[in-house]
């Protein structure tokens, strides 16, 4: 398939991995941003193609992983509530909350449905008037315009049995936690490819300037990876640290305007807490106040629920790479 | 969970709200919000994450960068560094 199999081209991957070692003459630890990256690193192996001096440590860019168990749990008291039809992606429906997940609510009877996008829940709701249809608004920067679609047209369509349980988590702040922490040894970043589709990248720019590390936008085919990693590598072999875009078939330098401007009517910037990591200030996305009437949290006074996590979590250290 | 993939666009329904279109994925077709993609035409390529198109693939970029290593290559190549 075209802008697949080319990324994929074994030689082109060996001719990069070549590459990287005739650049590497030390030690450097680099972290890749999004879990759809470190999945094509396990998946095509990528770690045995690079020399022994790099390691790639895989960070805390997925937004299932780092949903709060408190979140999860919401979800569920949400979805086994009589009258309520509860829509979300896929990955969402296996995390488990404290005592299950949302498809053992669905094996118990309650209407817990599998969507492919925001929209189909909006459809969902148009088609039952009488029931309260619930989506369940999890992701990064990547996501959020689509669930901020589904808000719009909900109430351009003058729905009011649509809202969205909205737990949205921005990289930036992420990696800014990461990097000023004490603990901290990732020297370079993988930037996610897809996250600065929707945001671009000028938001990275201070960061790469104030913690001196480079920052490579990377896309997620082998060949996008190895390329991400030589870019990074060679910068820190040259002392240099800026921000850099390998992905530049996707991501431009200011994103994609209209998705942008959606969000900003859409959302706001909030404190949020992630999984294992804690809350981190304003690292995540909720309803602007005049979409408060979609908000399942709200609606559902879902507020009082709160979950204290297992001390005996390591998920954050982990996802931190300390 | 932001796995996108490109797509080819074979038709565009500017006349709905948002605008919409079939979008194929190695001959699986689906239809996709093409409303953040203004001047998206039929046959070019898009991005798509949960039925929105993100971005249009830019072609010449996608060239370059496969080039890259060509030029590297040889420059690797004057260098002797090619086991």
Redesign the interface.
């Known amino acids: 398939?075209?802008?697949?199999d080319?990324?994929r081209d074994g030689s082109?991957a060996r001719?990069?991995a070549?590459?990287i070692r005739?650049v590497t003459t030390c030690r450097w630890t680099l972290m890749e941003i999004?879990?759809?990256q470190t999945h094509t690193i396990v998946k095509f192996g990528i770690e045995t193609l690079l020399p022994p001096e790099i390691e790639l440590v895989h960070g805390p860019?997925?937004?299932?992983c780092v949903t709060p168990l408190e979140i999860i749990d919401k979800a569920i008291a949400i979805a086994s509530m009589p009258n309520v039809i509860f829509t979300s992606?896929e990955?969402m429906l296996r995390v488990p909350g404290s005592m299950k997940d949302l498809l053992a609510v669905k094996a118990e009877g309650g209407d817990v449905r599998m969507v492919?996008?925001?929209?189909?829940a909006v459809k969902i709701a148009q088609h039952h008037p009488h029931k309260s249809v619930v989506f369940f608004a999890?992701?990064?920067e990547?996501?959020a315009?689509?669930n901020a679609?589904a808000v719009w047209?909900a109430r351009?369509l003058g729905l009011k049995n649509f809202s969205i349980l909205c737990s949205h988590v921005l990289v930036p702040p992420a990696i800014e936690a990461i990097l000023s922490s004490p603990h901290n040894h990732v020297q370079g970043f993988l930037a996610?490819g897809?996250?600065c589709?929707?945001m671009g990248y000028e938001e990275y720019i201070p960061l790469a300037a104030k913690y001196r590390v480079p920052i490579v936008v990377t896309g997620f085919e082998p060949?996008d990876i190895l390329?991400g990693v030589y870019m990074t590598v060679k910068q820190l072999e040259e002392g240099r640290y800026e921000v850099e875009n390998?992905y530049?078939?996707?991501?431009?330098r200011e994103g994609?305007v209209?998705?942008r401007r959606?969000l900003a009517e859409v959302f706001r910037a909030v404190d949020r807490k992630r999984r294992g990591i804690g809350e981190i200030p304003m690292s995540g996305y909720a309803l602007r106040e005049e979409f408060a009437d979609y908000d399942a949290e709200r609606l559902f006074k879902a507020n009082a629920i709160t979950v204290q996590e297992s001390p005996l979590c390591i998920a954050g250290l982990v996802l931190q790479g300390f | 969970?932001?796995?996108?993939?490109?797509g080819?666009v074979l038709n565009v329904n500017k006349n709905v709200?948002?605008v919409m279109g079939d979008v194929s994925?190695?001959g699986i077709t689906k239809r996709v919000?093409l409303?953040?993609i203004?001047d998206v035409k039929e046959g070019e390529?898009v991005?798509v994450?949960?039925?929105?198109a993100?971005?249009k693939?830019?072609?010449k970029?996608?060239l370059?960068?496969?080039d890259?290593?060509r030029q590297?290559?040889e420059n690797?190549d004057e260098?002797g560094?090619?086991?």
């Open positions: 398939m075209k802008y697949i080319e990324d082109m001719g990069y070549r590459l005739t999004c879990g759809g860019g997925c937004p299932v992606s990955d492919y996008s925001p929209l189909d999890v992701g990064f990547t996501t315009p689509a679609m047209e351009r996610a897809h996250v589709t929707v060949v390329q390998q530049s078939r996707s991501v431009r994609n209209p998705a959606l | 969970m932001c796995l996108a993939i490109p080819k709200q948002p994925f190695g919000c409303e953040w203004p390529y991005i994450h949960v039925g929105f993100i971005s693939m830019d072609e970029e996608a370059e960068t496969l890259m290593l590297m290559g690797l260098l560094a090619v086991p």
